[in-house]
């Protein structure tokens, strides 16, 4: 029960450039259909395009666009995206942010100023920030009640949790 993350860019501007080409046929097909001027007059652009060749670099320039552009949407159709959710058992899962957001709540143990955590499909990492000279210890303890959350959670995978203390250097 994995949730990915949804690919609306791609498809709004899909959608977008679709829309806009079908404005614009509709818009021509209703001025000939009532005897008016056209804006894009079919004429013209099929004079045109029957004047550029097949070798020109024009063809080849936009040709090459237009597969570059649907090898994009088809990679963003196909690659799988950020899984936004972590599996508790079968049937129920967990949001990424709530993990991350109990996570950075269980990193302020004593002497913990800030916390920030990334939550990853294997690793959690978190950077603590200390306003102590000496932080010997204070990765253990923040380490260890990290530990102890994420198996309260009783996660398929658990994470390795990893922690980095930083701490402030003492001013002269």
């Known amino acids: ?13 899909t959608a977008l450039v679709l829309l806009a080409a079908s404005v614009v046929v509709a818009v021509t097909a209703v001025q000939l259909a009532l005897g008016e001027q056209p804006w894009l007059s079919y ?36 690659v799988p ?9 079968g049937n129920t899962a967990l949001s990424v942010r709530g993990l991350r957001n109990a ?6 143990v004593d002497g913990v100023e800030s916390a920030s955590v990334k939550v990853r499909r294997r690793r959690v ?26 198996g309260e959670f009783a996660l398929v995978r658990p994470p390795q949790v990893v922690v980095r203390v930083k701490a402030l250097r003492s001013t002269p």
Request: glycine fraction near 8%.
């Open 1 to 13: 029960m994995t949730r990915r993350s949804r690919r609306a860019l791609p498809a709004t501007l």
């Open 43 to 78: 004429d013209a652009v099929a004079g045109r395009l029957n004047e550029v060749r097949w070798s020109s670099t024009t063809v080849a320039v936009a040709g090459g666009v237009a597969a570059a552009i649907g090898l994009l949407l088809f990679l963003a159709a196909v």
């Open 81 to 89: 995206g950020r899984a936004r959710t972590v599996e508790l058992d």
């Open 103 to 108: 996570l950075r709540l269980a990193a302020h």
């Open 125 to 150: 990492k978190t950077v603590v920030r200390t306003k102590r000279a000496v932080a010997d210890g204070l990765g253990d303890a923040v380490r260890a009640a990290l530990e102890n959350r994420v």
